[in-house]
Nanobody, 123 residues
Framework: VQLQASGGGLVQAGGSLRLSCTAS????????MGWFRQAPGKERDFVAG????????SYADSVKGRFTISREYAKNTMYLQMNSLKPEDTAVYYC?????????????????WGQGTLVTVSS
């Protein structure tokens, strides 16, 4: 499966962005999916995950109440709606397909990764 992330850009603090991640190739709707982010000089951190059927979602504490993960099966696409953005949200955001039906919070829980999209939040 190939993943293409898009939607990143430059936004002022307090603004919003919506990231998209479209899967192609040998896709499967039986796997969870997730978003991670990596700021310069830091490790790749879990942001949000969604189960295979979309019923279960999980978020990092730092984004709870501001970010919403969702998926649209007909388009093989996952989204991350990001509101009330802060400068500390600046990072490259990566989407990934989980190894299981539920989406874990560790990078090792995922088997396929997109190329990343840069989000920059100015103060």
């Amino acid at each position: 499966v190939q993943l293409q992330a898009s939607g990143g850009g430059l936004v002022q603090a307090g603004g919003s962005l919506r990231l998209s991640c479209t899967a192609s190739g040998r896709t499967s709707s039986n796997n969870g999916m997730g978003w991670f982010r990596q700021a310069p000089g830091k490790e790749r951190d879990f942001v949000a995950g969604i189960s295979w059927n979309g019923r279960y979602t999980s978020y990092a504490d730092s984004v709870k109440g501001r970010f919403t993960i969702s998926r649209e099966y007909a388009k093989n696409t996952m989204y991350l709606q990001m509101n009330s953005l802060k400068p500390e949200d600046t990072a490259v955001y990566y989407c990934a397909v989980a190894r299981q039906a539920v989406a874990g919070s560790g990078a090792a829980d995922y088997k396929s990764w997109g190329q990343g999209t840069l989000v920059t939040v100015s103060s």
